[in-house]
């Protein structure tokens, strides 16, 4: 047995407990991590992708059953290795201590704020892009000098183990540990100094409350139903082209996928005629290894049920693979649209997380707005329109954890703009600068003057009091 695989089987049988315990006294012995020192665990991680593309992706196909190895490529290792080598070009700017304002009172003194690590931070990550969202967070967390441990989802272990044996051959565990077979209870019961988890908004209160018990912050992403507008000037075909792509990737399985669909009430039929075009070119069969499989049964037999409840209550299902039917033994669904729905439908109640698309119509936007804002607050909306003006006016009178116009789910692909929920769609933000924030304590520290001017208002109290005091309310000194 290898050296790396004796370390596999070494930490799936420690407690989670002590991993932390040792990441803890790391913390203690060095609480702020060098430049150099972050600098090089992040292109180690970087490393390690560039060098492991291939096993990595098929660990996660494993995992899924049929995980297409191009999107693994392409929406999980790619965006991490980029969005590592962004953090650290700019780290360095991004750790430097910052001049703050100093009161008029308090002339000749000093402040500063310094990005400290917090310590050690939990990520807990899901199944569904189980490497990007278990290295994003990390990247982040990494960056602003903390350790870190790593507990991935029951349905990714194949990822797990491999990742477990890659990370911590050029990484102590000190550093960064990855906890194959680790529970979820076990784990986030853990003092963490912060904590990520990104699942469902149920889980997530779950997580909250137990963290809650130790004082932990939380950074929470729980997805949600995400809507997506089409407005009556947008071009029809550009449209579809655009959200069928995000909402099929990964089988509908992407916390930012178009949940449901508002369409002009004279569009549907050009949409329903245009989608059956672009799926039938993409995915002319569902046993096509580009077409992923639904990660387990229960998650195919829920899928199922929403079909079946939509059918029941008066929706219409068009099949968008023409003779293709759900096969539970490969655990594929067709790409499916959902017309004529109503919100007695489960489909317009659950978050899907599968290939099937909600199609509502409207007549005007005051429709969509207010239907919008009746629901969950979800972690991203998708507007089409070339109206910058219609755009303003949903931004300004919706809220969501991110925004796309004219695309989906891009906004996440951009270093430079935070990415997270609000509300039942999650809390705290990660990705660039703000994800260093988020997992930086911003410690104020003041300096005083070698004269402070603050001996003047000290007692006994008096006229020069009072003419001091009068003349800093009078000219508002800060």
């Given at each position: 047995m290898s050296q790396a695989a004796a370390t596999v089987t070494a930490i799936s049988s420690n407690s989670a407990r002590k991993i932390f315990d040792r990441q803890r006294t790391a913390c203690l012995a060095e609480p702020f991590l060098s430049f150099e020192d972050r600098r090089?665990?992040?292109?180690?991680?970087?490393?390690?992708?560039?060098?492991?593309?291939?096993?990595?992706?098929?660990?996660?196909?494993?995992?899924?059953?049929?995980?297409?190895?191009?999107?693994?490529?392409?929406?999980?290792?790619?965006?991490?290795?980029?969005?590592l080598a962004d953090t650290r070009q700019k780290l360095k700017r991004w750790m430097r201590p910052r001049r703050r304002h100093v009161s008029f009172?308090?002339?000749?003194?000093?402040?500063?704020?310094?990005?400290?690590?917090?310590?050690?931070?939990?990520?807990?990550?899901?199944?569904?892009?189980?490497?990007?969202?278990?290295?994003?967070?990390?990247?982040?967390?990494?960056?602003?000098?903390?350790r870190c441990m790593i507990k991935m989802a029951a349905d990714s272990q194949n990822l797990c183990r491999l990742l477990q044996r890659l990370v911590s051959a050029v990484i102590s565990e000190e550093m960064v540990a990855v906890l194959p077979g680790v529970s979820a209870a076990d784990f986030t019961a853990l003092p963490f100094d912060h904590l990520i988890f990104t699942g469902s908004p149920g889980t997530g209160r779950v997580v909250m409350r137990t963290a809650a018990d130790n004082l932990t912050p939380v950074t929470l992403e729980l997805g949600?139903?995400?809507?997506?507008?089409?407005?009556?000037?947008?071009?029809?075909?550009?449209?579809?082209?655009?959200?069928?792509?995000?909402?099929?990737?990964?089988?509908?399985?992407?916390?930012?996928?178009?949940?449901?669909?508002?369409?002009?009430?004279?569009?549907?039929?050009?949409?329903?005629?245009?989608?059956?075009?672009?799926?039938?070119?993409?995915?002319?069969?569902?046993?096509?290894k580009d077409y992923t499989a639904i990660i387990n049964e229960r998650a195919f037999d829920r899928l199922i049920r929403l079909l079946d409840d939509a059918r029941a209550k008066g929706a219409e299902i068009v099949t968008l693979v023409p003779g293709s039917e759900p096969d539970r033994q490969l655990r594929k669904i067709p790409p499916t649209l959902a017309l004529n729905v109503s919100d007695e439908m489960l489909l317009m109640q659950e978050e899907i997380f599968g290939p099937i698309l909600p199609v509502k119509t409207y007549l005007t936007m005051d429709e969509v707005i207010a239907r919008v804002n009746a629901g969950e607050r979800p972690l991203a909306l998708y507007l089409f329109t070339e109206d910058k003006a219609l755009a303003d006016r949903v931004i300004y009178r919706t809220m969501s954890g991110g925004v796309g116009i004219n695309d989906c789910a891009m906004h996440v692909a951009q270093h430079d703009l935070p990415f997270g929920g609000i509300g039942n769609s999650g809390m705290g933000q990660y990705h660039g600068y703000e994800g260093f924030l988020e997992f930086s304590k911003l410690r104020p520290v003041f300096k005083q003057s070698p004269v402070p001017t603050s001996a003047l208002m000290a007692p006994p109290y008096g006229k020069t009091f009072e003419r001091l005091y009068n003349l800093m309310i009078k000219f508002r000194l800060l």
């Amino acid at each position: 047995m290898s050296q790396a695989a004796a370390t596999v089987t070494a930490i799936s049988s420690n407690s989670a407990r002590k991993i932390f315990d040792r990441q803890r006294t790391a913390c203690l012995a060095e609480p702020f991590l060098s430049f150099e020192d972050r600098r090089r665990v992040l292109a180690d991680l970087e490393a390690i992708l560039v060098a492991h593309q291939d096993e990595l992706a098929a660990a996660i196909n494993r995992d899924f059953g049929n995980r297409s190895i191009h999107e693994s490529k392409l929406l999980e290792i790619f965006p991490t290795i980029t969005g590592l080598a962004d953090t650290r070009q700019k780290l360095k700017r991004w750790m430097r201590p910052r001049r703050r304002h100093v009161s008029f009172w308090f002339m000749g003194a000093k402040n500063r704020v310094i990005p400290q690590p917090k310590g050690v931070v939990g990520i807990v990550s899901p199944w569904n892009y189980p490497l990007q969202l278990a290295l994003s967070p990390l990247t982040s967390a990494v960056a602003a000098g903390n350790r870190c441990m790593i507990k991935m989802a029951a349905d990714s272990q194949n990822l797990c183990r491999l990742l477990q044996r890659l990370v911590s051959a050029v990484i102590s565990e000190e550093m960064v540990a990855v906890l194959p077979g680790v529970s979820a209870a076990d784990f986030t019961a853990l003092p963490f100094d912060h904590l990520i988890f990104t699942g469902s908004p149920g889980t997530g209160r779950v997580v909250m409350r137990t963290a809650a018990d130790n004082l932990t912050p939380v950074t929470l992403e729980l997805g949600g139903k995400s809507p997506t507008i089409v407005a009556p000037d947008f071009d029809l075909d550009k449209a579809a082209e655009r959200i069928l792509y995000v909402k099929y990737i990964n089988a509908g399985q992407t916390c930012v996928a178009p949940d449901y669909l508002f369409l002009p009430k004279d569009r549907v039929p050009a949409f329903v005629d245009k989608a059956r075009e672009v799926i039938s070119r993409r995915y002319p069969r569902i046993d096509s290894k580009d077409y992923t499989a639904i990660i387990n049964e229960r998650a195919f037999d829920r899928l199922i049920r929403l079909l079946d409840d939509a059918r029941a209550k008066g929706a219409e299902i068009v099949t968008l693979v023409p003779g293709s039917e759900p096969d539970r033994q490969l655990r594929k669904i067709p790409p499916t649209l959902a017309l004529n729905v109503s919100d007695e439908m489960l489909l317009m109640q659950e978050e899907i997380f599968g290939p099937i698309l909600p199609v509502k119509t409207y007549l005007t936007m005051d429709e969509v707005i207010a239907r919008v804002n009746a629901g969950e607050r979800p972690l991203a909306l998708y507007l089409f329109t070339e109206d910058k003006a219609l755009a303003d006016r949903v931004i300004y009178r919706t809220m969501s954890g991110g925004v796309g116009i004219n695309d989906c789910a891009m906004h996440v692909a951009q270093h430079d703009l935070p990415f997270g929920g609000i509300g039942n769609s999650g809390m705290g933000q990660y990705h660039g600068y703000e994800g260093f924030l988020e997992f930086s304590k911003l410690r104020p520290v003041f300096k005083q003057s070698p004269v402070p001017t603050s001996a003047l208002m000290a007692p006994p109290y008096g006229k020069t009091f009072e003419r001091l005091y009068n003349l800093m309310i009078k000219f508002r000194l800060l």
